[in-house]
């Protein structure tokens, strides 16, 4: 049973690495966000160092093998850093905006002092210093401590979850949480009996969880994306019932081009648009034209030239213009004039450009003034 556990540990391990990796390396809007890239990659080298040093018996000695045992103290103490991972993950699922680095970085603090304790404790071991007993016990409690420390992020999504009013994600989030709490639960077992194998099992529950996400998202791709969409519609229709909230307004129409996709309609007017954000055509005219200094048509035209130079860049085979009716244009005439304005070149010569950086690194051509 052990040997299965392990097995299953590792092929939890393998598969978080893999959703990482694929998730930042794809291109172009298949690209996962850098937050679920990062915490998927967490959970993935968590399991990897359980199954290196418990199943397969790696040695983690300070005294033999100090450089070893100290990557494995920096990993097993990097737990600090999922409890705020998981939580700018669920922000930017539930709200317009991803977190800043300003308003990340002092919750990682306490992630800064388990790293620096750990160098600590090496040196107390390969010094020789009379602490060092004490040092051990001080990062037991680190570990310890950094459970509690995920379970208070969790907590926190919950409550983010429920003011969302998404019932969907209340109910992944409490699944979240009731999986976090089993997971505590036996290590706190294992530290009272010191059986082994509540500390295994804990880690093949989070193994088989990163396993149901990997199937679940393989099945349904982007369901995670879909749930943040739901959320951030709630908390746009709660905030119009008192009155309209012109920042929530540009940023839930910046949700619709960027995560919908909406401008890739050929169809697209300033009616259905106004009909999709709930508020009147003369008041997203307003918005437009007061609040971002521009028209509907310069406004959508943009997007869609950006996203004929992304098909461009992954697509160099296909016609041009077979990039620009895919990306919204219905007029040949409309499509050259607006890529000459946003891209200050022609299609043509921004396609040559991209083929020269490809075959040698000459330098793209000039833009026109």
Not at 345 to 362: K, V
Request: glycine share 8%.
């Amino acid at each position: 049973m052990h040997d299965a556990l392990g097995l299953l540990i590792f092929f939890g391990s393998g598969l978080s690495l893999l959703m990482a990796v694929t998730g930042l390396a794809a291109p172009g809007p298949d690209r996962k966000p850098a937050l679920q890239g990062a915490l998927v990659a967490l959970v993935g080298c968590l399991l990897l160092e359980f199954f290196l040093t418990h199943a397969v018996g790696l040695t983690a000695d300070m005294a033999t093998h100090p450089v070893q045992t100290e990557l494995f103290l920096l990993v097993r103490s990097a737990k600090y850093s999922l409890g705020p991972l998981f939580f700018a993950y669920f922000t930017r699922l539930t709200t317009y905006q991803t977190p800043r680095a300003g308003q990340l970085l002092p919750h990682f603090i306490p992630q800064v002092v388990a790293w620096a304790l750990s160098l600590v404790y090496m040196a107390s071991s390969l010094g020789g210093w009379p602490a060092f007993s004490t040092l051990r016990t001080v990062m037991g409690l680190v570990t310890d401590l950094s459970l509690i420390h995920l379970l208070t992020y969790v907590a926190a999504a919950l409550a983010l979850a429920r003011a969302a009013g998404n019932r969907t994600l209340v109910t992944a989030v409490l699944a979240t949480a009731s999986l976090c709490a089993v997971i505590v639960t036996l290590l706190v077992l294992y530290s009272v009996t010191g059986w082994h194998l509540l500390e295994t099992g804990s880690q093949a529950l989070l193994a088989g969880a990163m396993i149901a996400l990997f199937v679940v998202t393989q099945i349904r791709p982007g369901i995670l994306e879909q749930f943040g969409q739901a959320s951030r519609r709630k908390v746009y229709q709660r905030s119009l019932l008192r009155g309209v909230d012109t920042d929530l307004l540009v940023l839930r129409m910046t949700d619709l081009m960027e995560n919908e996709r909406v401008f890739c309609d050929e169809q697209l007017t300033l009616e259905s648009l106004a009909e999709r954000l709930s508020v009147s055509r003369n008041r997203l005219s307003e918005l437009l034209n007061g609040v971002l200094q521009t028209s509907f048509n310069t406004y959508v035209n943009q997007r869609r030239v950006e996203e004929v130079k992304r098909l461009l860049r992954d697509h160099p085979r296909r016609s041009i213009l077979s990039h620009a009716f895919e990306a919204g244009f219905n007029s040949k005439s409309v499509f050259y004039e607006a890529f000459r304005r946003f891209a200050g070149m022609t299609p043509q010569e921004y396609r040559d450009g991209l083929q020269a950086e490809q075959a040698g690194g000459s330098p793209r051509p000039r833009r026109h003034a």
